[in-house]
T-cell receptor, first 117, second 113 residues
Framework: AQTVTQSQPEMSVQEAETVTLSCTYD???????LFWYKQPPSRQMILVIR????KQQNATENRFSVNFQKAAKSFSLKISDSQLGDAAMYFC??????????????WGAGTKLIIKP | DGGITQSPKYLFRKEGQNVTLSCEQN?????MYWYRQDPGQGLRLIYY???????QKGDIAEGYSVSREKKESFPLTVTSAQKNPTAFYLC????????????FGPGTRLLVL
């Protein structure tokens, strides 16, 4: 079974600086998807970025980018020019593309990101 | 406005009572999901449905039931058999298929009186 591990329960960063959140996962599959979701205090789960395992190029979305290391099974999220609105819980998630997985998301425990003004 | 709505935002349950959480989407998505979130943990899948009139159990289905009579709606009932129902419940939907992204509603907080 697949597992997702986020080893940093909490991280803090000064506003306008860069922070990297870590995620590792375990799988025997070669094709899958990885996601970063953000959960602000409102608790709505918001998609930040997604990565397809068969694509070597790292995904980027404005100030958010990932460092996807497939062999190392590592999927870190870099937030550049941190803003106060980035303060939230960040969750890493894995999804198989196999039909018998029912495409469910496997979640890490989350990292709380604090932005210092 | 396209999106996923969940109601109520807060729900209180008495001992022995069944309660139903609503989830509606107007995104024309075939697949819908129910997740449970406990403090300090990631989400866990309760039930999912890939098509109308069909649904399957997830990892923690015991004490819960669902129906999928309409494409837009996927209500979750927390039965009296669920002994520890206090949690945050999130509904999600997606297009059908392996490569589609799930999008989430705002959630319902369930508390036991």
């Amino acid at each position: 079974a697949q597992t997702v591990t986020q080893s940093q329960p909490e991280m803090s960063v000064q506003e306008a600086e860069t922070v990297t959140l870590s995620c590792t996962y375990d799988t025997s599959e070669s094709d899958y998807y990885l996601f970063w979701y953000k959960q602000p205090p409102s608790r709505q789960m918001i998609l930040v970025i997604r990565q397809e395992a068969y694509k070597q190029q790292n995904a980027t979305e404005n100030r958010f980018s990932v460092n996807f290391q497939k062999a190392a099974k590592s999927f870190s999220l870099k937030i550049s020019d941190s803003q106060l609105g980035d303060a939230a819980m960040y969750f890493c998630a894995y999804r198989s593309v196999k039909m018998d997985s029912n495409y469910q998301l496997i979640w890490g425990a989350g990292t709380k990101l604090i932005i210092k003004p | 406005d396209g999106g996923i709505t969940q109601s109520p935002k807060y729900l209180f349950r008495k001992e022995g009572q069944n309660v139903t959480l609503s989830c509606e989407q107007n995104l024309n998505h075939d697949a819908m999901y129910w997740y449970r979130q406990d403090p300090g943990q990631g989400l866990r899948l309760i039930y999912y449905s890939q098509i109308v009139n069909d649904f399957q159990k997830g990892d923690i289905a015991e004490g819960y039931s669902v129906s999928r009579e309409k494409k837009e709606s996927f209500p979750l009932t927390v039965t009296s058999a669920q002994k520890n129902p206090t949690a945050f419940y999130l509904c999600a939907s997606s297009k059908r298929g392996a490569r589609e992204t799930q999008y989430f509603g705002p959630g319902t907080r369930l508390l036991v009186l």
